[in-house]
């Protein structure tokens, strides 16, 4: 506490994480805003990302989107991964921020380049629909693959469709069913209607070997699946 109150911005982070997270102190969200307010206004990111989630839930504080994506933009603007999919998002819905598709892209690029698995799929969805950037969908499957390979079932799923329909990759309805086979053990209910929709164009021979893939790219860490 004495290293917070003089102004230890790192204290001052821990403090609200402990008031947070009711470690060693009863919870309590408005002591947190307070604290992670002074953290924040030091420019430590994570404060500032944390402060934008309070406001962006109402905890501790009033509810407050304009507020919230204040906070999140400044997180976002020191790299903070999260924070810029969180204000892709709200670009892309409207929610804090005026609605405009063309910030949204950008701020998911921001955060897929650094890894983010969801801004990944959100950036793949924005180029395979054309909202934000210019319709392209071999750039769609590029960014849905990348998240599919970090093994999120959404993504697998359209990665999926992408290869049964030919999108932005030759057709192939084996890569079809082992990305909808993926998703469906992955939990995505959604792919095992697909699986079965695209087992029904394939010999059993193909739905062999389609299964044998599924295999392999999971026993690999998806680092093993053409």
Known sequence: MPAAEQGHVKAQYNLALMYDNGEGVTQDYAEAVKWYRKAAEQGHAKAQFNLGERYDNGEGVTQDYAEAMKWYRKAAEQGDAMAQNILGWAYNYGQGVTQNDAEAAKWYRKAAEQGHVKAQYNLGNGYRRGKGVTQD??????????AAEQGYAIAQNN????????????????????????????????????????????????????????KRCMASGYKDCD
């Open 159 to 214: 990665l999926g469709a992408m290869y049964y329909s030919g999108e932005g990759v030759l057709q192939d309805t084996i890569a079809a069913h082992m990305w909808f086979n993926i998703a469906a053990a992955n939990g995505h209910k959604n792919a095992v209607k697909n699986r079965d929709i695209a087992a029904d164009k394939l010999s059993s021979s193909g739905v062999e070997e389609a299964q044998k893939r599924a």
């Open 137 to 146: 969908y071999a750039e769609a499957q590029k960014w849905y693959r990348k």
